[in-house]
């Protein structure tokens, strides 16, 4: 079938295909009151890169949200399983957030890290104590790209030492600064990438050549089964010990970066063991260990507060953002007095970072997300999740895998009967027809074939119900017409 034909195909949503109705919502949306869509692609064409592309091929009018729900401009409202990309954390214009926010800014927006303000210190004081050990000292700046680089700068003036290993396909953020630690092609500007930066191969139970099993109720079609470290982890471990005697030159490892679940790349867990191996082989060879938590921490994962907990290691350094402000812009690093103390070598202030608007914010959150059980709601919720996405992959062969802990999913796409992956028009249908019908998700991974289910962490298992029944409703009609 012609790509063209495949097109036209989706644009029809077959009869009865729109039945799945839509969980109760006590919020009506506001009138909007904004320019039309034809204004709007308008100035988008005329005043933005257009390198900033829309999600939908019929792109959507964003125009109000309510915790787990987003309206467009015409009144419909959305299942948001995407969550901003993993940002909104405890629900779209929480009322305990928002009102955190209003209160504070009646009173002061903005002050630098030079004065003080007992906003900033009542959060630090709140997430250091989140932090297990001597991972105390906190620096607050804006942006996950922001806090990546300080945790660069911070691992090289603490270890004396320059270059940085990361995994294949990971991302870290959008910056000149950044673009040998991330390595995600997509993502990698036809440039000369800052030198230093090193990346290992990735431990992947699915597309992985040795396999492996994972923490996770899913596991690859065959995968072993072990009780405690995967067999298959030290064949990873083994690779990446072969990077740092071959191509890192010597007692020049300043530190490791790795998400504890790679985000971007499609909820892609590690073998058992593998990032507590990964840590001691990289401590032994001088290096830190940086544990990316911009999208894992704060209950996602629901077993722990952070990602790292899951594997039973501590990090050296850890770095935050997205979810820490549900949305506002706030991103953190977190490590040791030892390790900031390195950063003396030179003076430093941040102009945004933690003003009085996003500390408020975000002790706000910490408050909502203990107050309202949200890790818990995230663990037994997800468990509920991934357990029906499991019984969707049994009668839908264009399921390839299903993986993830917690509200941090994913579902990858193949052409049915193989591992390779779905073509991205393909992808680009189902997705397509499940906004069409109510549901926001999102996608990734190398050949951007994964569905990325991470929605915000208040939905209930109504929501779920919702959501797998359009989902099999969208798969039903896919495989029907393929």
């Known amino acids: 079938m012609a790509k063209r034909e495949l097109f036209q195909l989706y644009q029809r949503i077959p009869r009865g295909l729109s039945t799945a109705v839509l969980p109760k919502c006590n919020v009506s949306p506001k009138e909007y009151c904004g320019p039309g869509i034809e204004k709007l692609n308008k100035l988008k064409s005329e005043n933005i890169s257009v390198v900033v ?30 969550a ?113 930066f090193y990346h290992a191969m990735l431990p992947d139970p699915l597309r992985g050549i040795w396999g492996g099993c994972r923490d996770s109720f899913s596991q690859v079609p065959g995968a072993c089964s072990c009780p405690g470290d995967c067999v298959t982890s030290d064949k990873y471990i083994h690779q990446l010990n072969e990077l740092l005697e071959n191509s890192v030159p010597k007692g020049r490892i300043a530190a490791f970066f790795a998400e504890t679940i790679q985000g971007v790349n499609g909820a892609v867990q590690f073998p058992k063991g593998y990032l507590r191996k990964a840590r001691e082989l990289v401590k032994n060879y001088g290096g830190l260990y940086v544990a990316d938590e911009v999208q894992t921490g704060f209950g996602r994962t629901g077993d722990n507060f952070w990602g790292f907990q899951d594997h039973g290691i501590q990090p050296d350094i850890v770095t935050l953002a997205k979810g820490i402000g549900n949305g506002f812009p706030l991103a953190a690093v977190v490590t040791t007095k030892e390790i900031a103390d390195a950063h003396q070598k030179a003076s430093y202030f941040n102009t945004f970072g933690g003003n009085p608007l996003a500390a408020s914010v975000g002790k706000a959150v910490l408050d909502v997300i203990e107050e309202e059980n949200i890790q818990q709601n995230s663990k037994i919720v997800g468990k509920y999740f991934i357990e029906q ?94």
């Open 53 to 82: 592309k829309d999600f939908y091929r019929k792109p959507l009018v964003i125009h109000q949200g309510h915790m787990q729900w987003l309206f467009d401009h015409e009144g419909k409202r959305y299942l948001d399983l995407f």
């Open 84 to 196: 901003g990309i993993v940002t909104v954390s405890v629900g779209h214009c929480h009322p305990t957030v928002t009102a955190a926010l209003h209160q504070q800014i009646d009173t002061l927006w903005h002050t630098t890290s030079i004065y003080k303000h007992p906003k900033i210190y009542e959060y630090v004081e709140k997430l250091s104590a989140k932090f297990p050990g001597d991972l105390k000292v906190v620096y607050l700046v804006n942006s996950g790209s922001e806090a990546n680089d300080l945790a660069i700068l911070l691992a090289r003036a603490y270890t004396g030492n320059h270059d940085v290993i990361s995994l294949q396909s990971c991302y870290h953020g959008y910056a000149s600064s950044l673009l040998g630690l991330t390595a995600t092609q997509a993502y990698r500007f036809p440039m000369a990438a800052p030198s230093g």
């Open 389 to 482: 996405l499991m019984e969707l992959q049994k009668s839908y062969p264009v399921i390839g895998d299903v993986r993830g802990k917690g509200l941090m999913l994913g579902v990858e796409l193949v052409r049915p009967g193989t591992k390779d992956p779905l073509e991205v028009i393909g992808v680009a249908d189902i997705l397509e027809m499940a906004k069409d019908l109510g549901v926001m998700i999102g996608r990734g991974g190398r050949w951007n074939n994964v569905l990325r289910i991470k929605p915000p962490m208040c939905i209930n298992k109504e929501d779920v119900d919702f959501a797998i029944t359009v989902m099999d409703k969208v798969f039903k009609v896919f495989h029907e017409k393929n």
